[in-house]
């Protein structure tokens, strides 16, 4: 399909220009500069692998830990100096934050935050590299625009992002992204109704539903609409193909979306759900609004109401003021949750958030004790839930390249569960097979073949 962006630029005018991007962050920062490559090709630019063969450079940064930021800046760093004259520009969360932290890193021609990233098509067009960086900055708290491209920007992914969210209200106190990426707004309904169905119809087996606050969805749109009425039009419109969900917060999980998720041929059955703390004391300071008990009850829900999907649990571990109590709080409840797999993040003090002025921050030493001994649980959970699947038939998404190590094929099944597959012939990149489980690996890897 010839793809055509909005904001497109002439034709021509930048024809020999090569471009990397280096995108940091989450899967929001991924379908960005997804649909940034997608102008970019359009304008006749070539996009290249290799960052010292690139006339232009775009570092995507994130700043969501103390770590996220220093990989943005080292990314920058290396660019740079991968390619001395290329123009390199800096965006995303980062440079929302802290533009003038990038704006000092010598080398860096334009900092660029997300209010303003819409320009980056035709400062690459107009612009040449500079000795002295120049920043394009806006105010986030009342951005309210949601840009949505003329037609959908599958990147290069089998299993397409489509962003159709974007920021939160919610003001978690350890949590930067409201400040970074402003309120929350959505992409308007006829457009995620033709995104989606578009990407099913070019072939995608799968398309993932990303959003920073992807239970906000619809709340800012005139008519007022919501998530689950998107997925249940997207149910009834589809004939094929399947709908994921990123992640959703735990009050947004509603008895209407578990109905739609078990009767749905077309919607996932995997929920991925921040929990963040199991001692309802830490969520209360957290400012998350559900206690240690409701989660439980919640989890318990879709086990019954799902008994097959894929329930991914975040963890951020080392809250302010988290003791050896709470954090026990944290670990015997999740011990007995019905989870398959965790995320665990360790705390990270982030500068303008009231929990980074909280007394009590817990000792570097102390968090990555507590982080490992959660990563280790998080291991024994995905290994009790891939052993579940011996023996059944999966339907499963099949990604583009072999795994190195077994070289079979590889795909995800709808309740996220990652398969190796062998096949008599080459299976086509994204689209729906159904594999077999044989055995697990002794790493707990799940294998079969094409049934
Ligand atoms: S819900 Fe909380 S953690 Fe999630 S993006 Fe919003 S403020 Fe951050």
């Given amino acids: 399909m010839d793809f055509q962006c909005v904001h497109s630029l002439k034709q021509d005018t930048i024809m020999a220009k090569t471009f990397y991007i280096n995108t940091l962050g989450c899967k929001v920062n991924q379908y960005e500069s997804d649909n940034l490559s997608c102008i970019l090709e359009n304008a006749g630019l ?36 991968a390619h001395q004259g290329a123009l390199v520009l800096a965006t995303g969360c980062y440079a929302q934050s802290e533009p003038e932290a990038l704006k000092g890193i010598k080398g860096v021609s334009f900092v660029v935050d997300n209010t303003q990233r819409h320009l980056i098509p035709r400062i690459i067009e107009k612009e040449s590299p500079r000795k002295t960086a120049e ?47 402003g309120p ?8 995620a109704i033709g995104h989606v169905t578009s990407l099913i119809s070019q072939g995608f087996g799968e398309v993932v539903l990303t959003g920073i606050h992807l239970g906000y969805y619809g709340q800012d749109l005139e008519p007022k609409t919501d998530l689950v009425s998107l997925l249940a039009e997207l149910d009834t419109r ?40 199991g001692d309802t004391g830490i969520l209360q300071r957290m400012n998350r609004p559900y206690t240690a008990e409701y989660f439980s009850d919640l989890v318990h829900d879709v086990r019954r109401a799902l008994p097959e999907a894929g329930i991914g649990v975040d963890v951020l571990v080392g809250f302010p003021g988290e003791t050896d109590e709470t954090f026990r709080n944290t670990l015997t409840l999740i011990e007995r949750l019905p989870v398959s797999y965790l995320h665990v993040f360790p705390y990270s003090q982030r500068e303008g958030t009231p929990a980074a002025k909280y007394p009590n921050q817990v000792a570097p030493d102390v968090l990555a004790k507590r982080t490992k001994v959660l990563r280790e649980l998080g291991g024994l959970k995905r290994l009790a839930f891939h052993a579940g699947t011996m023996g059944k038939t999966l339907e499963v998404c099949v990604e583009g390249r072999k795994d190195e190590k077994t070289g079979l094929h590889k795909g995800v099944a709808r309740n996220y569960v990652p398969v190796l597959f062998s096949a008599p012939f080459p299976p086509v990149r994204s689209s729906l097979v159904r594999v077999k489980v044989e055995k697990l690996t002794p790493k707990g890897r799940v294998t079969g073949s094409l049934a």
Wanted: aromatic share 6%; proline share 7%.
């Fill in 135 to 181: 920043s394009l900055t806006g105010e986030i708290r009342s951005f309210q625009e949601f840009l949505t491209p003329d037609i959908p920007v599958p990147g290069a992914r089998s299993r397409p992002f489509l962003k159709i969210q974007d920021g939160c209200n919610a003001f978690c106190t350890y949590c930067i992204v409201p400040y970074t990426r």
């Fill in 238 to 277: 589809l004939d094929k193909g399947r709908i994921r969900l990123s992640s959703i917060e735990p009050k947004e999980v509603s008895q209407g979306l578990l109905d739609l998720m078990a009767r749905s041929e077309r919607l996932c059955p995997h929920l991925h759900l921040p929990l963040q703390s």
């Fill in 184 to 191: 929350s707004r959505s992409m308007p309904w006829a457009s």
């Fill in 46 to 81: 070539k996009r290249v692998s290799d960052k010292e063969k690139a006339d232009v450079v775009v570092v995507n940064t994130c700043t969501v830990t103390h770590k996220a930021s220093t990989q943005s800046r080292q990314a920058l760093r290396q660019a740079i100096k």
